[in-house]
């Protein structure tokens, strides 16, 4: 019987290198932040896409979580039309 392999989370599974996990998940905190604010706003897909200049279909595709379809340029420029900052802090691994 082979060995189940275990991983700290689902982006390190998911990605080949470590910088490519932390990219991952990095995103998927991003998105996951703008979509919030998105749905507190009670803003339709469409709402949403004027106040973030983004076309309705990048709103769904970022309330669907798809984070291979968003570079994290594309996630701080959409928080900064929320009128939003964004903030990276280091930490130890």
Known sequence: MTQAETYASVWDALADTP???????????????IAALVESSGWTQAEAATHCGVTQP?????????????????????ATALGRRVHVELEAA
């Open 58 to 78: 990048r709103i769904n595709d970022l309330l669907r979580g798809r984070v291979s379809r968003f570079s994290l340029d594309a996630l701080v420029n959409i």
């Open 19 to 33: 910088e490519q996990a932390a990219n991952l998940r990095t995103r998927a905190e991003l998105m996951q932040q």
